[in-house]
């Protein structure tokens, strides 16, 4: 997988792009990065979190903190495996409770985490006005 620090050559839409955007700004003020890579073909993002400065990242993520480093969330992000899995208890509570951390976030800037693996990320669809919404703008 390529990671990409930047805004991803799979982050076309302006409501995708700003999600990210918004994540990263988040992740920064917490000592972390985000690092993206497109899973385009699945319409999806592959999401790496790096820990770029330990003290403020341990307000919020456990584990071994050295700069530079991602975060340990019990396998490499971009490996699908049984320990990838959203459903694996196979993993220490560190772990655990770092990729609930992530899935929170990314749950706040409206992506949803696909059961395959902790890494693995689509962005939510633009909401679609309901029917009775529709027909009364017609009229």
């Given at each position: 997988?390529?990671?990409?620090t930047?805004?991803?050559s799979?982050?076309?839409g302006?409501r995708l792009?700003?999600?990210?955007?918004?994540v990263?700004?988040v992740?920064?003020?917490?000592?972390?990065?985000?690092?993206?890579?497109?899973q385009a073909?699945?319409?999806?993002l592959?999401v790496?979190?790096?820990v770029?400065?330990g003290l403020?990242?341990?307000?919020?993520?456990?584990?071994?903190?050295?700069?530079g480093e991602p975060?340990?969330?019990?396998?490499?992000?971009g490996v699908?495996g049984?320990?990838?899995?959203?459903d694996?208890?196979?993993?220490?509570?560190?772990?655990?409770h770092?990729r609930q951390w992530?899935?929170?976030?990314m749950?706040?800037h409206?992506?949803?985490n696909?059961p395959?693996a902790w890494?693995?990320?689509?962005?939510?669809?633009?909401?679609q006005?309901?029917?009775?919404?529709?027909?009364?703008a017609e009229r």
């Amino acid at each position: 997988m390529v990671w990409d620090t930047g805004t991803g050559s799979c982050v076309v839409g302006e409501r995708l792009r700003t999600a990210v955007a918004s994540v990263r700004t988040v992740l920064r003020a917490q000592g972390l990065a985000l690092k993206t890579s497109c899973q385009a073909g699945q319409g999806a993002l592959g999401v790496r979190v790096d820990v770029v400065d330990g003290l403020l990242a341990s307000a919020v993520v456990r584990g071994p903190l050295a700069e530079g480093e991602p975060v340990d969330m019990g396998t490499p992000a971009g490996v699908i495996g049984a320990k990838a899995g959203n459903d694996s208890e196979d993993v220490s509570p560190d772990v655990q409770h770092n990729r609930q951390w992530l899935r929170a976030l990314m749950a706040r800037h409206q992506f949803d985490n696909l059961p395959n693996a902790w890494w693995h990320f689509a962005h939510q669809a633009a909401t679609q006005p309901a029917v009775a919404e529709v027909e009364l703008a017609e009229r």
